[in-house]
């Protein structure tokens, strides 16, 4: 009787997988250290220049409400028209990194005087708090290594160790409370499930980031500021073929206004 035929690819196999399982522990490990420690040098290179684009650009008028206006995704943001003519008082957008943890942020909207709320900084903080681990021994390490990194940092994971927080916006009066003219719609109540964004302003009002915006301000909006602003950012408004100016005929559309004449004409079209 013949002997049952030998499996050469079953060695061969088990070994395959055990290359993969050590390439990705390699990636996870030592270029993830690597990327790591890229990224916090970054940081610390582009802060002088951050610093001084910020002194050029605040001597251009409505520089940022013209960034956010060339910024596609943005438009779906400042869908109601209140919105849009309240951001047209924004007159910086600043980024504060965590000292221990750069990865965490607050993003800093200062705004001249307006007739929507009386604070001239409104503030979206992801704050830094570790999740703790199951087990208390296999809690990382704080301590750098050779390379700067610690273990900690190496063990980062933005959907458990960021907790976005919220502010309360003090609103001159309920009409032109935006937050109460276009609330935040969930489905069944559920935090997680929004129907519909309401206002852009909920974003500070709420503690939750649903779609994200944390990276769509930090990695995008206030990294390719004057590229938008020059109208050659990443996700240009009208890249994909659509036109701002289509609906230039329809004087009462929600699109884009007037960005140098938003107080007297079109702050009394506000929230009712």
């Not at 990636?27 to 420690?37: C, E, I, N, P, S």
């Not at 995704?73 to 951001?87: G, Y």
């Not at 830094?128 to 296999?138: F, G, L, Q």
């Not at 100016?245 to 702050?267: N, Y």
Request: aromatic content about 10%; glycine content about 4%.
């Amino acid at each position: 009787m013949m002997p049952p035929p030998a499996k050469p690819n079953a060695s061969a196999d088990d070994m395959e997988d055990e290359l993969i399982e050590e390439l990705d522990e390699f990636d996870k490990t030592v270029m993830g250290r690597v990327r790591l420690a890229r990224d916090y040098l970054a940081y610390t290179k582009l802060q002088p220049f951050y610093e001084e684009r910020r002194a050029v650009v605040s001597k251009i008028p409505k520089f940022w409400p013209h960034v956010l206006e060339n910024h596609g995704p943005m438009e779906m943001e400042l869908q109601h028209r209140d919105d849009i003519v309240a951001m047209s008082y924004l007159t910086d957008l600043w980024i504060v990194r965590d000292a221990k943890e750069p990865r965490a942020f607050t993003a800093e909207f200062y705004f001249s005087e307006n007739p929507y709320f009386s604070d001239s900084v409104l503030k979206k903080e992801f704050k830094y708090v570790p999740s703790p681990p199951e087990d208390a021994a296999d809690v990382p390490s704080s301590e750098p290594g050779e390379d700067g990194i610690s273990d900690a940092q190496l063990a980062f994971d933005w959907d458990t160790d960021i907790k976005p927080q919220a502010i309360k916006i003090k609103w001159k009066s309920d009409a032109k409370n935006l937050t109460k003219q276009h609330p935040r719609k969930n489905e069944d109540d559920d935090e997680e499930d929004v129907l519909d964004p309401g206002s852009f302003f909920n974003w500070f009002e709420h503690a939750d980031d649903p779609k994200d915006l944390a990276s769509t301000f930090e990695e995008d909006i206030f990294a390719h500021a004057i590229q938008y602003f020059l109208g050659k950012g990443p996700n240009q408004r009208g890249e994909d073929g659509s036109d701002e100016d289509d609906d230039d005929e329809d004087e009462d559309d929600e699109g884009s206004i007037d960005l140098e004449e938003p107080v007297k004409k079109k702050a009394k079209h506000s929230a009712t």
